[in-house]
């Protein structure tokens, strides 16, 4: 397992949570907002706010996080685990031409060789190195957010809530620049959202998350197609997914 939570408790919080992540897996993290997604995705980055603690055991190849110094835990992020988050303008620095802020983990964690020429042009952004992020759309923002997140072939990759705040269009053509990007780099990605036909397309197997808790898990197809809990069921009946069958 690339990812392996164990009993992961967030100041009461979120409870008990337990789930593993394979090598090039794709995981899906639904539920309600206020659910505990996104406390669950920070502590796992170490990202916590300072007021939280957390409990239990989040294993990245083997290593455990919870506890580690700060050090350590700056040491993996950005480079063997990455997040992109909903809004990429507050991302970005905008004040840096976009070409330099993909180049700099690449810096820090003295990864060089790669050109950010080419790393940008991968996710579509051909000829926008020396752009500032106000030059560019939500969307073009949001790829340079992923070329950034994945500059250094993360073993895992966070995305909490990617598309939300783009354009229908825009969307779609993000979530495919996700999926290829792990996809080359066999990163086993954990995906947010509240939109249960983004997990179909993205997601192999899907958790549920209700106050804190998951409360269901399985194969996408198993847990979309027959929902065992009560509230998994609420949210496929509320879904267009539910309305398009
Ligand atoms: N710093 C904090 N101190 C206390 N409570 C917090 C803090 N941050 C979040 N919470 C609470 O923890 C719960 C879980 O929040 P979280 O952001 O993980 O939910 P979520 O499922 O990601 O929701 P959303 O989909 O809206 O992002 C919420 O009730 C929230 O109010």
């Given at each position: ?40 995705a920070l502590s796992i980055m170490g990202l916590l706010p300072e007021e ?194």
């Open positions: 397992m690339t990812l392996e939570v164990h009993g992961l408790g967030i100041s009461g919080l979120v409870r008990d949570v337990s789930f593993g992540i394979a090598r090039g897996e794709r995981v899906g993290l639904i539920g309600e907002s206020g659910s505990g997604k996104s406390l669950t939280l603690a957390a409990s239990g055991s989040v294993k990245l190849d083997g290593r455990e996080l919870l506890g580690a110094p700060e050090k350590e835990l700056s040491r993996l992020r950005g480079n063997e685990m990455s997040m992109v988050f909903q809004e990429p303008m507050t991302a970005l620095n905008p004040a840096m031409r976009v070409g330099a802020q993909v180049a700099e983990p690449m810096r820090i964690h003295r990864k060089g060789g790669r050109d950010p020429e080419a790393l940008l042009a991968s996710v579509g952004l051909p000829g926008v190195a020396r752009a500032y992020p106000h030059q560019l759309s939500g969307g073009q923002r949001q790829r340079v957010v992923l070329a950034i997140a994945l500059a250094n072939d993360p073993k895992l990759l966070i995305c909490d809530e990617p598309t939300t705040a783009l354009d229908v269009t825009v969307q779609a053509q993000i979530l495919e620049l996700i999926l290829d990007g792990v996809r080359e780099r066999e990163s086993a990605l954990l995906f947010i959202t509240h939109d249960l036909a983004v997990v179909a397309s993205v997601c192999e197997r899907v958790l549920v998350m209700l106050d804190g808790e998951i409360v269901e898990a399985g194969t996408t197809r198993d847990v979309l197609t027959a929902p065992q809990h009560e509230y998994t069921k609420k949210l496929l009946a509320a879904s267009d997914l539910e309305a398009s069958r």
